[in-house]
T-cell receptor, first 113, second 114 residues
Framework: AQSVTQLDSQVPVFEEAPVELRCNYS??????LFWYVQYPNQGLQLLLK??????LVESINGFEAEFNKSQTSFHLRKPSVHISDTAEYFC???????????FGTGTRLQVFP | NAGVTQTPKFQVLKTGQSMTLQCAQD?????MSWYRQDPGMGLRLIHY?????ITDQGEVPNGYNVSRSTTEDFPLRLLSAAPSQTSVYFC???WGRGNTDTQYFGPGTRLTVL
């Protein structure tokens, strides 16, 4: 069965600094990978996803993630963060032969001025 | 479109009481699911449904029942609430398969079991 590990529970960073949120997965079959974001007191919303093709995927607000099959990773990066990026970020994985989407434990990104 | 709606927003129960968390979507999505969110544990899948009349278990199904009689509705039932079920519950839906399509989440139900 698939599983997801987000090693960093909290990441504090100053505004305009770069950030990387780490995500590693475990699966014995082909996977699909996702990053969701949860702003305070809201539900989750999709940030970006990898299904196939280019291993580098981008979101509309400047985040990007790269699928690395050999390292079983899907780290999320942004070269310059804003205060408004403060939120909790969840990595999720699904396998090609199931309908289950499994989430990691989340990383709280706190951006300071 | 209202998207995914959940009721109630807040609920307090006593141990042993039963209740149903409601989830509805107006996007004609086939796939619906329920998650619980607990501090330090992220979101855990409780049950999911790939279409009307079809449900299956997720990671933590014990203590919860679901049914899917219509495409729009996917209620979650707690038959005998326990303090361990204190959590925030999210319903989600997607147009196609749960493993590839974007999930749309509701605003959540905060449940406290005393």
């Amino acid at each position: 069965a698939q599983s997801v590990t987000q090693l960093d529970s909290q990441v504090p960073v100053f505004e305009e600094a770069p950030v990387e949120l780490r995500c590693n997965y475990s699966s014995s079959v082909s996977v699909y990978l996702f990053w969701y974001v949860q702003y305070p007191n809201q539900g989750l919303q999709l940030l970006l996803k990898y299904l196939s093709g280019s291993t580098l995927v981008e979101s509309i607000n400047g985040f990007e993630a790269e699928f690395n099959k050999s390292q079983t990773s899907f780290h999320l990066r942004k070269p310059s963060v804003h205060i408004s990026d403060t939120a909790e970020y969840f990595c999720a994985v699904s396998e090609y032969n199931t309908d289950k989407l499994i989430f990691g434990t989340g990383t709280r990104l706190q951006v300071f001025p | 479109n209202a998207g995914v709606t959940q009721t109630p927003k807040f609920q307090v129960l006593k141990t042993g009481q039963s209740m149903t968390l409601q989830c509805a979507q107006d996007m004609n999505h086939e796939y619906m699911s329920w998650y619980r969110q607990d501090p330090g544990m992220g979101l855990r899948l409780i049950h999911y449904s790939v279409g009307a009349g079809i449900t299956d278990q997720g990671e933590v199904p014990n203590g919860y029942n679901v049914s899917r009689s219509t495409t729009e509705d996917f209620p979650l039932r707690l038959l005998s609430a326990a303090p361990s079920q204190t959590s925030v519950y999210f319903c989600a839906s997607s147009w196609g398969r749960g493993n590839t399509d974007t999930q749309y989440f509701g605003p959540g139900t905060r449940l406290t079991v005393l």
